[in-house]
């Protein structure tokens, strides 16, 4: 059963010069392709940014994982954060981090019992 992990902040539009979040983000998504699939039980990472909201922008680093053991395995590691942290500091920190992960609907623990 697949597992989704999210990592997300919100970066100030002030910060965006700053910070050239394009080029941090595909330098973020290539880190991601080469460390994260010697993780066992890794499928996929991605990296997304919102363009909807005109007073911030939320910078979203999700990686697909398997099997649960294995996004805990991931969760213990810390890759991703370290390397996020270090990508996009000093804008980021663990205060304004949210760390989630998710069940695909159906196979997770709220699905109906057979």
Do not use: C
Request: charge should be negative; aromatic fraction near 12%.
């Amino acid at each position: 059963m697949p597992y989704l992990y999210e990592v997300s902040f919100d970066i100030r539009h002030d910060q965006m010069s700053e910070l050239e979040i394009g080029a941090s983000l595909e330098r973020l998504v290539g880190y991601l392709k080469i460390r994260l699939p010697v993780q066992r039980g890794f499928v996929l990472a991605d990296a997304w940014y919102s363009v909807d909201d005109p007073g911030v922008t939320r910078v979203v680093a999700r990686s697909e994982w398997s099997g649960w053991d294995d996004v805990e395995e991931h969760r213990a590691s810390s890759v991703l954060e370290d390397h996020l942290f270090e990508e996009f500091e000093p804008h980021v920190n663990k205060d304004n981090v949210t760390i989630r992960t998710y069940a695909e609907v159906g196979s997770g623990p709220f699905s109906a019992r057979r």
